[in-house]
C-alpha cells in the first residue's frame, strides 16, 4: 500500500483544515486507518484512526469534539477534518494503515505516507 497524505498548511488559532490521504496498492478496504502526528523535539504520536468500514472511530483525548476522521473506500482515501486548530496541533501529521485490530498502538502500523505540515499561528 502505498500512502500520499496532502492538505496541510498554515493556518490561524480557531481555523480549520483538511487533511487528506490517497491510498493505492492493495485493497483499502482490508486496512484500519490511522493520522499520527509529530511535533519537533517530541515523539510521534496518536491522533485518530477509523475502522476498516468506518463505523468505528477513535481519537485521542486532546483532540475529541474538534477532529473527525472518515474514510471513502470507493476512493481509497481516508480525511481528516480539523476545527477550532490550536497552536499545540502544530506538527507534521502522518496517515498510516494496519492489518491488525488494535489501532491506538503505532507499532501496529505498516504503511506509512510522507507526512504533511500543518501549522497553527496564535
Known amino acids: 500500500v502505498q500512502l500520499q497524505a496532502s492538505g496541510g498548511g498554515l493556518v490561524q488559532a480557531g481555523g480549520s483544515l483538511r487533511l487528506s490521504c490517497a491510498a493505492s496498492?492493495?485493497?483499502?478496504?482490508?486496512?484500519?486507518m490511522g493520522w499520527f502526528r509529530q511535533a519537533p523535539g517530541k515523539e510521534r504520536e496518536f491522533v485518530a484512526a477509523?475502522?476498516?468500514?468506518?463505523?468505528?472511530?477513535y481519537y485521542t483525548d486532546s483532540v475529541k469534539g474538534r477532529f473527525t476522521i472518515s474514510r471513502d473506500n470507493a476512493e481509497n482515501t481516508v480525511y481528516l477534518q480539523m476545527n477550532s486548530l490550536k497552536p499545540e496541533d502544530t506538527a507534521v501529521y502522518y496517515c498510516?494503515?494496519?492489518?491488525?485490530?488494535?489501532?491506538?498502538?503505532?507499532?501496529?502500523?505498516?504503511?506509512w505516507g510522507q507526512g504533511t505540515q500543518v501549522t497553527v499561528s496564535s
Open positions: 496498492g492493495r485493497t483499502f478496504s482490508s486496512y484500519g
Open positions: 477509523i475502522g476498516r468500514s468506518g463505523a468505528y472511530t
Open positions: 498510516a494503515a494496519t492489518d491488525g485490530y488494535n489501532l491506538y498502538t503505532i507499532h501496529g502500523y505498516l504503511y
